[in-house]
């Protein structure tokens, strides 16, 4: 979304800067003819000499590791390791057939599958309720974006407490109900849900906040229209009026929530230590490469896993560019 | 100017009350509108009009009253089955949808149920139903003969953003129309819109109101609007309709003063007299002696207000033959308007402000007058309306 906009704003600054520098030489040629090309090329060296430090903090920040990070992956370099060598494709290869990671990357899918789809409806729901509140609503938009503005690890001992098998309320609520006591972050089929029921939490209010910014933005008269025009009932008009208006914010949240859920890492590290059945990607890389230092497959795990990530986003986008109206 | 069914009521109000909080936003309302009326609402911001609009509309529910239409009461309809169609003053264009589906929208909403108005149903139902087929194509030929009418059937792919003000307020309209409503309500479609434009989309408007014979209920701050559209005006302040008649009616025989200073342009004079003690008018120090045919004595300090429209001063350098009463004033300044002259005239006692306006055809002797010339200005007493303290129309003879 910031991407886009930034490339709209390039495409409107770039011509005018043209127009200006076109000018200048126009007024310069007057004045001093037949040295037009040497001045173009005057103009075109300062452009690019001031265009320079921008340049190189953008290789040394983004480009630079990017790089290093992609040679390493074709490395068996071990972290202060003195001696290391050339393997070209072998820490990829390694990776698709070592089951830890393909267990961690279809996790991590399934962990995304539960998280996306219910973060962005619940988010959007509760946006809509807190959106009709009147002097209540700012109370609501508190209390929905705590999770956002608390760190995760924090509250990720909270919930160890409420979760806990024998002191925790929440199994002994269970147990009440005959429901039985469940070790949530230690059986492996119980360990995903879990995760993905916190991660739905915390993700909740800051979608919610997204949905309300646009939902406010949406004039009361399209409503009206609607209404006239024969979207009597209040579903009819969300799906005439309220969703292909929140198209752009739809998107942007699919994208996030997206990236956010693919990146899980810090209730798996705090709650369940990547115990089996709760192995995710990040996870994984953390271990291979700060437990294990082994730097080079880790490295070429992160490449893997920054493809995945852009994949999905340009895949999301396009899928859902055709289908948005940006007002 | 009323139609042979003028006798006959459409559209009819009765005892509409609406609070919003304490404020009392419409206060007993009555209303009766012929079929095929173009009636306007006018009056100041804030005066109820847009909400008693929407009342009809039936996006606002009132506290008190009723609302019936063609004499079946509409009160408990939603507004999507009340027959009415509405234009907002920001044309209310769904955004996403281009022109052709704008228009399309209300037919679709009404004739399509809702499986088949989704974009995938859409090809499916396509396929599947021959009927929803069969009227989706009706749909569409619809729409192409309306753009046509409204000079639109060129824009018919775009979206709404891609096109001028004056267009937008055309698919607005066309929206309107497709369905062919009972009642169009405009809710001041043209404010947003340049003064050039909106003098021409005037007259599409009475148009198309000719050629539709149906109730227009046009909403306007702005009374030249109404003066020159509608059949009748409901002149409105603070919830309440201080006047209901035709353009003319308010313009000549106002029931309050708010109504005489509210429609016409420039506004009226209004002059402040009050009786002496032996029970003659002033005008500040001008005596007007009695007003003819006012068979009661005033009370000395009772207080008139007189007002008379600009075109009925006579401003002159020259005492002044052909009128009632005349005094002197000052000469402010000349505003040409081609062919009129507005004069705006102070009074040397009281400087400062404009205390008069008369409106003279250009070319009159005062065309090349300095400021600050001494004039005299009057009045014949036939072209005086009174009003009481309280604002209101004294009409005894």
Redesign the interface.
């Known amino acids: 979304m910031n991407a886009t906009q930034n490339d709209a704003h390039c495409r409107q600054g770039a011509p005018s800067v043209a127009t200006a520098a076109k000018r200048a030489g126009t007024r310069d040629a007057k004045r001093t003819p037949g040295t037009r090309g040497g001045l173009r090329r005057r103009e075109h060296w300062t452009g690019f000499s001031l265009c320079l430090p921008a340049w190189v903090l953008l290789c040394a920040l983004y480009l630079a590791p990017i790089i290093v990070l992609a040679l390493l992956s074709v490395t068996d370099y071990e972290m202060g390791a003195v001696r290391w060598k050339v393997v070209g494709l072998d820490n990829y290869r390694r990776a698709f057939s070592d089951p830890v990671f393909r267990r961690s990357l279809a996790n991590t899918l399934l962990y995304m599958v539960l998280v996306v789809p219910l973060s962005v409806a619940g988010g959007l729901f509760i946006a809509l309720l807190v959106h009709a509140r009147g002097v209540s609503r700012a109370f609501y938009e508190v209390i929905y974006f705590l999770p956002v503005t608390a760190t995760l690890v924090a509250m990720a001992t909270v919930w160890q407490f409420l979760l806990h098998p024998t002191l925790g309320p929440f199994n002994h609520l269970l147990d009440l109900a005959g429901l039985g006591r469940h070790n949530f972050l230690n059986q492996p089929g119980l360990m995903l849900p879990t995760l993905a029921a916190i991660g739905i939490w915390q993700l909740l209010g800051f979608n919610m906040i997204l949905f309300l910014s646009r939902l406010s933005q949406i004039p009361q008269s399209l409503y009206d229209a609607a209404a006239i025009d024969g979207a009597s009932h209040a579903i009819d008009r969300f799906l005439c009026v309220t969703v292909p208006l929140l198209g752009p914010t739809l998107l942007f949240v699919i994208v996030t929530s997206s990236i956010t859920a693919f990146k899980i890492f810090d209730t798996v590290a705090v709650l369940t230590q990547g115990r089996h059945g709760s192995e995710v990607l990040l996870y994984d890389i953390y271990l291979e490469g700060f437990t294990y230092s082994r730097t080079g497959y880790a490295a070429a795990l992160t490449v893997i896993f920054l493809a995945l990530i852009l994949l999905l986003s340009v895949w999301q986008t396009r899928q859902l560019d055709k289908k948005v109206h940006y007002a | 100017m009323l139609g042979p069914d003028a006798l006959h009521v459409d559209l009819a109000l009765r005892g509409i009350a609406k609070q919003f909080g304490a404020t009392m936003v419409l206060q007993d309302i009555d209303l009766a509108i012929a079929p095929g009326e173009f009636i306007s609402l006018v009056g100041p911001s804030g005066c109820g009009k847009s909400t008693l609009l929407?009342v009809i509309?039936?996006?606002e529910q009132p506290d008190r009253g009723s609302v019936s239409l063609a004499g079946r009461c509409i009160d408990e309809m939603?507004?999507?089955?009340r027959d009415?169609?509405?234009v907002?003053?920001?044309y209310?264009?769904?955004?996403?949808?281009s022109v052709a589906q704008n228009i399309a929208?209300?037919l679709e909403?009404?004739q399509l149920r809702?499986w088949q108005r989704?974009p995938i149903a859409r090809t499916l139902s396509g396929l599947v139903s021959r009927q929803a087929k069969a009227i989706r194509l009706q749909i569409n030929a619809d729409v192409r003969a309306l753009a046509q009418t409204l000079q639109l059937d060129t824009l018919l792919h775009r979206?709404p953003?891609q096109l001028s003000g004056g267009q937008r307020q055309r698919v607005a309209l066309a929206?309107a129309m497709i369905r062919a409503p009972r009642v169009f309500l405009m809710d001041e479609p043209l404010s947003n819109l340049d003064a050039r434009l909106r003098v021409h989309l005037r007259d599409e408007l009475v148009q198309l109101h000719r050629r539709l014979r149906v109730t227009f209920v046009y909403v306007t701050h702005d009374q030249s609007e109404a003066m020159t559209m509608s059949d009748r005006i409901a002149v409105m302040d603070e919830g309440r309709i201080l006047q209901f008649g035709t353009p003319k009616q308010l313009y000549s025989d106002p029931d309050n003063l708010q109504v005489a200073r509210f429609i016409g342009s420039p506004t009226i004079n209004t002059l402040c007299v009050e009786a002496d003690a032996s029970g003659n008018w002033q005008y500040f120090d001008t005596p007007l002696g009695a007003i003819p045919g006012r068979q009661q004595q005033p009370q000395p300090g009772e207080r008139l207000t007189l007002a008379v429209r600009p075109e009925y001063l006579s401003v002159a350098v020259e005492p002044i033959v052909a009128c009632d009463r005349q005094w002197p004033m000052q000469l402010h300044r000349i505003e040409h308007h081609g062919a009129d002259d507005y004069v705006f005239l102070v009074d040397a006692r009281a400087p400062g402000d404009t205390a008069l306006i008369a409106r003279l055809p250009a070319a009159s002797s005062l065309e090349r007058a300095d400021p600050g010339t001494a004039v005299h200005v009057g009045f014949r007493w036939s072209d005086v309306m009174r009003f009481d303290a309280a604002g209101l129309r004294v009409r005894e003879p």
């Open positions: 929407r509309a039936g996006l939603a507004p999507s089955e009415v169609a509405m907002f003053q920001s209310a264009l769904y955004p996403h949808l929208l209300p909403m009404r809702w989704w979206k953003m929206r």
